[in-house]
């Protein structure tokens, strides 16, 4: 008769997303005719992976909506007021996910709902795994 073998079930990880090392990226299209990219400077998260069976069980990545940066004070002081983000009453937008799709290639889609000036939306974002 063979020996048992002894199957540990995969486990999960929490990491956590250090502020020095995460970053938030925005374009939008200024007055109709040329792009401007932004940043938010300030971010934090944590999610749960399961290396082994590539599952994401969950994920939520706050940005800090007044630590946005796009290079023009101005700019910034505008976008930080209530005619965009309303940084004074709503100082975060937050990202929580509800699924992972990947590829073989690690490329992927996470899906989640963001959380902006009080609303909360479904979102997708394209990922790549590293």
């Known amino acids: 008769m063979p020996a048992p073998?002894?199957?540990?079930?995969?486990v999960p990880a929490e990491f956590v997303i250090e502020p020095d090392h995460c970053g938030s990226s925005f374009?939008?299209?200024h007055i109709g005719y040329a792009d401007t990219l932004g940043l938010f400077l300030k971010a934090n998260g944590r999610f749960v992976y399961d290396e082994e069976t590539?599952?994401?069980h969950s994920a939520r990545v706050v940005v800090d909506t007044r630590s946005?940066?796009?290079n023009h004070q101005r700019r910034d002081d505008h976008v930080r007021n209530s005619d965009f983000l309303d940084v004074e009453s709503f100082p975060e937008a937050v990202f929580e996910s509800t699924s992972l799709e990947l590829g073989a290639d690690g490329k992927g889609t996470l899906r989640g709902t963001l959380t902006l000036?009080?609303?909360s939306r479904p979102e997708e974002l394209a990922v790549s795994l590293n």
Request: net charge positive.
């Open 5 to 10: 073998v002894l199957v540990r079930p995969s």
């Open 68 to 70: 946005v940066f796009t």
């Open 54 to 56: 590539r599952t994401l």
């Open 27 to 29: 374009r939008v299209r």
């Open 117 to 119: 000036l009080g609303k």
